[in-house]
Nanobody, 115 residues
Framework: QVQLVESGGGLVQAGGSLRLSCAAS????????MGWYRQAPGKDRELVAS???????NYADSLEGRFTISRDNAKNTVYLQMNILKPEDTAVYYC?????????WGQGTQVTVSS
């Protein structure tokens, strides 16, 4: 079983930056996919970005290049650098871990961007 611990959320003004971290522990297979999703009030959960253990990335088109996902395989940790934040980025951000053993979600971290 995999456990995820997220950190880095908070309140920031529009135009600011935040970095989210998510550390995986437990039965972490070497081949996996880690990513970040977000859910705003009244909306469905949506993919923000994902990265494979080989380093291939995938981003939501709406981000316009403002976010960067990266990972440290030695630490089983994924990061999401968020720049030029906008009020519409306000949401609960969830870390996701997928491997052949299954799909695991973090508890979520709140990101609030004030205008």
């Amino acid at each position: 079983q995999v456990q995820l611990v997220e950190s880095g959320g908070g309140l920031v003004q529009a135009g600011g930056s935040l970095r989210l971290s998510c550390a995986a522990s437990g039965s972490v297979l070497r081949v996996n996919n880690m990513g970040w999703y977000r859910q705003a009030p009244g909306k469905d959960r949506e993919l923000v970005a994902s990265i494979t253990s080989g380093g291939s990335t995938n981003y939501a088109d709406s981000l316009e290049g403002r976010f960067t996902i990266s990972r440290d395989n030695a630490k089983n940790t994924v990061y999401l650098q968020m720049n030029i934040l906008k009020p519409e980025d306000t949401a609960v951000y969830y870390c996701n871990f997928r491997s052949s053993l299954g799909n695991v979600w973090g508890q979520g971290t709140q990101v609030t961007v004030s205008s």
